[in-house]
């Protein structure tokens, strides 16, 4: 049982730097991919938060009076 702890052993420690590389990498993917999902949903809540301040806001409506565009082309008819 000693003999084959050692054999293990012996063999991490010659892929020691494998080893400690692909936990690196696996460290900064699972970080990476929690700050991605992070930024979405922060995004997600931030949008829809604006997108019901938004609907409960009173519209916006303009009026425009055609009157003197009517009046105009009413006279460059009427001087012809």
């Known amino acids: 049982m000693s003999q084959a702890k ?5 063999e991490e420690k010659a892929n020691r730097k494998q080893i400690m590389k692909k936990e690196k990498v696996k460290s900064i993917a699972g970080r990476t991919v929690g700050a991605v999902i992070c ?3 922060i ?3 931030g949008y829809s938060g604006y997108s019901r301040w938004e609907s409960s806001q009173p519209a916006k409506t303009t009026e425009i009076t055609m009157e003197p ?3 105009y082309l009413n006279s460059l008819s009427a001087e012809e």
């Open 69 to 71: 565009l009517s009046e």
């Open 6 to 10: 050692v054999e293990r052993y012996k």
């Open 43 to 45: 995004g997600w809540i």
């Open 39 to 41: 930024i979405a949903l």
